[in-house]
T-cell receptor
Framework: GAGVSQSPSNKVTEKGKDVELRCDPISGHTALYWYRQRLGQGLEFLIYFQGNSAPDKSGLPSDRFSAERTGESVSTLTIQRTQQEDSAVYLC??????????????FGSGTQLSVL | QQQVKQSPQSLIVQKGGISIINCAYENTAFDYFPWYQQFPGKGPALLIAIRPDVSEKKEGRFTISFNKSAKQFSLHIMDSQPGDSATYFCAASYGGATNKLIFGTGTLLAVQP
């Protein structure tokens, strides 16, 4: 596709359930980011993948959150035992790559997660 | 604490007017300052960006003014149009191992026809 694709676009789950969010970056982009956007808030950095390097997980809010990326393609963000405060839009972004060299991020439309 | 403070939270401007959004940062190591534009239901998109070696950058109707000594930067939208109605986020980063953008809290701009 031409842009970053995220699925599902909306997810409603019950408290305590696990959820998995998917991101397909732009082809050829080696860097991939996950951000969280709570209602009325800015974007909160969660995790960063760059090629085969160890990911920067410094933004993950708790050990209930984890993410994986297969090579330089698809990434999944998993939230275990969801809580109501996890309700937010989860945004994925990709960039051509390079440590600090290509700062323009291309964002997907996000996954709206609602935890009841 | 690495923070980027953005104001105002919301802004209403008449068509043809000038929209001004301000941001302030704390970390002097930041060396890249982008503005992102977000329409409802969409992800943010890069609008314009500046580095601290210049005090101003202009692209069409959009201008960033940068004051390094005050650690402030602002977005000016000239001749604002209803199509500019969106949420605007300032951000900052310092590259390094992770291009981790630190975002402001956003400004909801409404341009009235």
């Amino acid at each position: 596709g031409a842009g970053v694709s995220q699925s599902p676009s909306n997810k409603v789950t019950e408290k305590g359930k696990d959820v998995e969010l998917r991101c397909d970056p732009i082809s050829g982009h080696t860097a991939l980011y996950w951000y969280r956007q709570r209602l009325g808030q800015g974007l909160e950095f969660l995790i960063y993948f760059q090629g085969n390097s160890a990911p920067d997980k410094s933004g993950l809010p708790s050990d209930r959150f984890s993410a994986e990326r297969t090579g330089e393609s698809v990434s999944t963000l998993t939230i275990q035992r969801t809580q109501q405060e996890d309700s937010a839009v989860y945004l994925c972004a990709s960039s051509p790559g390079g440590r600090g060299l290509n700062e323009k991020l291309f964002f997907g439309s996000g996954t709206q997660l609602s935890v009841l | 604490q690495q923070q980027v403070k953005q104001s105002p939270q919301s802004l209403i401007v008449q068509k043809g007017g000038i929209s001004i959004i301000n941001c302030a940062y704390e970390n002097t190591a930041f060396d890249y300052f982008p503005w992102y534009q977000q329409f409802p239901g969409k992800g943010p998109a890069l609008l314009i960006a500046i580095r601290p070696d210049v005090s101003e950058k202009k692209e069409g109707r959009f201008t960033i003014s940068f004051n390094k000594s005050a650690k402030q930067f602002s977005l000016h939208i000239m001749d604002s149009q209803p199509g500019d109605s969106a949420t605007y986020f300032c951000a900052a980063s310092y590259g390094g191992a992770t291009n981790k953008l630190i975002f402001g809290t956003g400004t909801l701009l409404a341009v009235q026809p």
